[in-house]
Structures are given as structure tokens and as C-alpha cells.
């Protein structure tokens, strides 16, 4: 199950990421070469960088990639970080119910009233439904980390470290050099 949400994450963050790239791209040489273009480039683009985000701060998650500002729990022993992060990703949990729950209503509601896409022919619901599945994907990384934080497999958020990555690139340099 795992597996199939890993692949399926990487999947759409690829796609969306491709086809936002090549459709901004058509649409510069169409505007600036032709002194024409698409009029739904932008909206479709705005809403695909809006499916990127959510999925993507899914994705950095579970990666690690995001920046964490983590001296204050640093400062107590193993089981308090492991406490502090689980108060966290339980408030994050709080957090993305709290979210899930106002965009079912509003999708609710934009759908009852019908409402569509202004340069596209989609309901906005369907548009808009990257609240719910951006933030069950965010729900379900955040458990995960919950329960390894829980069963003694993590002890806080896994946080980008590009001065850590820095040094060993150094030390590994450095290593080659001598080699040499």
C-alpha cells in the first residue's frame, strides 16, 4: 500500500511537473513568436501548480526536503524530541482535518451551485478538489511519521540539511584528492 502511494506521489509530481513546464513553454512562443496564444494556459497552469504544491509538500515529508527549525527540540534528550514531534504531528494532523473538513463544504457548495472554470470547461469542484486529495496525502505522510515516531523508528521530522550535505561533499573531495 506504501509502495502504491510512494509511486503514485512521484508519479503525478512528475506529470504535473512536465506538462506545466511544456505548457508555459508553448505558450511564451505562441504569445511572443505568434502574437498569439491559449487563453486557458494560464488557468490550467495555476491550477496545476497549485496540484504540484500540495502533492509536493506531501512528497517533502517523506523525503525530508523541507527546512526545519529544529535547535529548540534539539536541546532536550531523544524522548523528549520523540514527545515534541508527537504533539507536532498530532496539531498537523488537527490541522489538515480541520482543512479536509472546510473543503468538502466548499466543494460541496461549488459544486451544488454548478460553478465552472472560467477559460475551461470544469466544474470547479473538480478543479478545486486538490484541497482534499493534496491534504489526505499530507494526512497520511504526517501518520506515518506519527506512528514511527511512536514505535521508536524516527525521532522527529526528517529536515534538509544543506550544510551537513556540504561538508561531506568537502570530506569527499578532499578524500579524492588525496587519493590521487
Same mark, same amino acid.
Given at each position: 500500500?506504501?509502495?502504491?502511494?510512494?509511486?503514485?506521489?512521484?508519479?503525478?509530481?512528475?506529470?504535473?511537473?512536465?506538462?506545466?513546464?511544456?505548457?508555459?513553454?508553448?505558450?511564451?512562443?505562441?504569445?511572443?513568436?505568434?502574437?498569439?496564444?491559449f487563453?486557458?494556459?494560464?488557468?490550467?497552469?495555476?491550477?496545476?501548480?497549485?496540484? #504540484? *504544491?500540495?502533492?509536493?509538500?506531501?512528497?517533502? @515529508?517523506?523525503?525530508?526536503?523541507? $527546512?526545519?527549525?529544529? !535547535?529548540?527540540?534539539?536541546?532536550?534528550?531523544?524522548?523528549?524530541?520523540?514527545?515534541?514531534?508527537?504533539?507536532?504531528?498530532?496539531?498537523?494532523?488537527?490541522?489538515?482535518?480541520?482543512?479536509?473538513?472546510?473543503?468538502?463544504?466548499?466543494?460541496?457548495?461549488?459544486?451544488?451551485?454548478?460553478?465552472?472554470?472560467?477559460?475551461?470547461?470544469?466544474?470547479?469542484?473538480?478543479?478545486?478538489?486538490?484541497?482534499?486529495?493534496? #491534504? *489526505?496525502?499530507?494526512?497520511?505522510?504526517?501518520? @506515518?511519521?506519527?506512528?514511527?515516531? $511512536?514505535?521508536?523508528? !524516527?525521532?522527529?521530522?526528517?529536515?534538509?540539511?544543506?550544510?551537513?550535505?556540504?561538508?561531506e561533499i568537502?570530506?569527499?573531495?578532499?578524500?579524492?584528492?588525496?587519493?590521487?
Amino acid at each position: 500500500m506504501l509502495r502504491i502511494l510512494n509511486r503514485t506521489e512521484e508519479a503525478v509530481i512528475c506529470l504535473l511537473l512536465v506538462t506545466t513546464t511544456l505548457l508555459v513553454f508553448v505558450d511564451v512562443i505562441m504569445r511572443f513568436g505568434f502574437n498569439t496564444g491559449f487563453m486557458w494556459s494560464q488557468e490550467l497552469t495555476l491550477h496545476m501548480s497549485a496540484w #504540484f *504544491v500540495l502533492f509536493g509538500a506531501s512528497y517533502g @515529508i517523506k523525503a525530508g526536503s523541507h $527546512i526545519g527549525v529544529d !535547535a529548540f527540540v534539539k536541546l532536550f534528550p531523544v524522548t523528549g524530541q520523540r514527545i515534541l514531534t508527537g504533539i507536532a504531528c498530532v496539531l498537523s494532523l488537527c490541522y489538515c482535518g480541520l482543512v479536509l473538513y472546510g473543503s468538502y463544504i466548499y466543494l460541496s457548495k461549488v459544486k451544488k451551485i454548478g460553478i465552472t472554470l472560467e477559460d475551461l470547461p470544469i466544474p470547479a469542484w473538480i478543479a478545486h478538489s486538490m484541497l482534499i486529495v493534496g #491534504f *489526505v496525502f499530507l494526512s497520511i505522510r504526517i501518520s @506515518i511519521l506519527f506512528w514511527d515516531v $511512536i514505535t521508536g523508528r !524516527a525521532d522527529g521530522f526528517r529536515h534538509a540539511d544543506e550544510a551537513k550535505d556540504s561538508m561531506e561533499i568537502v570530506r569527499e573531495l578532499k578524500g579524492e584528492e588525496v587519493k590521487i
